[in-house]
């Protein structure tokens, strides 16, 4: 496919752009996007409408963790409205360079429950990007209101965090363990119990739920073409 045809926007969903070289993402065995995560956020948020989830996409969630200036950043998160969210879904992706594009080779979400007051983060293959979590942590810790404005919220490793079981679908599972917690945070059960999403997401996200949201997103943005 040639650059100018793998560029074709095909659809464009809320604030998001999807090419027609994401459709070719999503029909083989390959490593996730930001715009296909971001489209699929966006899904999250339509079909999860509680004004205290926030579903943060790659693009902002790699400025926060790489940004150099104190003021840019506050300006930058004030918008979010952090300290309104109960739930705040981050993505998290090992690029170092930011200089480069959709660069990096690993995605991981880190999930921020206010009742809680703990910071999770959930990743498919055994820590690999714990660094890139924990700075992202840190940089926001200050600005979720509430308790960690003291910086009293906790960070957690969960170690039980289901793994990938092959080099690319790293990004289903950050997809998949999104889904499971905003299904979780809905439903009420639980809410009480230290375990918070821990048993739902050790059940839910399994490699053959994995391969099959894979299809289910590529239907989704199939019917949605077929709308336009």
């Known amino acids: 496919m040639g650059k100018s045809a793998a560029d074709e926007m095909i659809l464009s969903y809320n604030d998001v752009v999807l090419r027609r070289s994401d459709l070719e993402i999503l029909s ?8 296909i995560i971001e489209f699929y956020f966006s899904l999250l948020s339509s079909s999860h409408p509680s004004q205290d989830i926030l579903f943060v996409s790659p693009s902002v ?3 926060i963790t790489n940004c150099p200036d104190v003021d840019d950043l506050k300006g930058f998160l004030e918008p979010l409205k952090l300290p309104d969210k109960n739930l705040v879904i981050f993505p998290v992706n090992n690029n170092d360079d930011v200089s480069l594009a959709e660069g990096g080779s690993h995605w991981s979400l880190l999930a921020y429950y206010r009742s809680a007051d703990v910071f ?3 990743d498919s293959n055994q820590q690999m990007n714990r660094r890139h979590a924990m700075k992202l942590y840190k940089t926001v810790i200050g600005y979720t209101g509430g308790s960690s404005s003291d910086g009293n919220d906790k960070y957690l490793e969960c170690i ?3 793994q990938q079981v092959n080099g690319y679908d790293c990004g289903l599972y950050v997809t998949a363990t999104a889904r499971t917690i905003c299904t979780w945070h ?3 059960e639980g809410k009480n119990d230290k375990d918070l999403w821990f048993s739902a997401v050790k059940e839910q996200v399994t490699p053959l739920v994995v391969s099959e949201l894979r299809k289910e997103i590529l239907g989704m943005i199939k019917d949605l073409m077929a709308k336009k």
Do not use: I, K, Q
């Open 28 to 35: 083989g065995a390959y490593y996730l996007n930001d715009r």
């Open 186 to 188: 809905e439903s009420g």
């Open 120 to 122: 999770v983060h959930h």
């Open 160 to 162: 039980d965090t289901p």
């Open 61 to 63: 969630a790699f400025w």
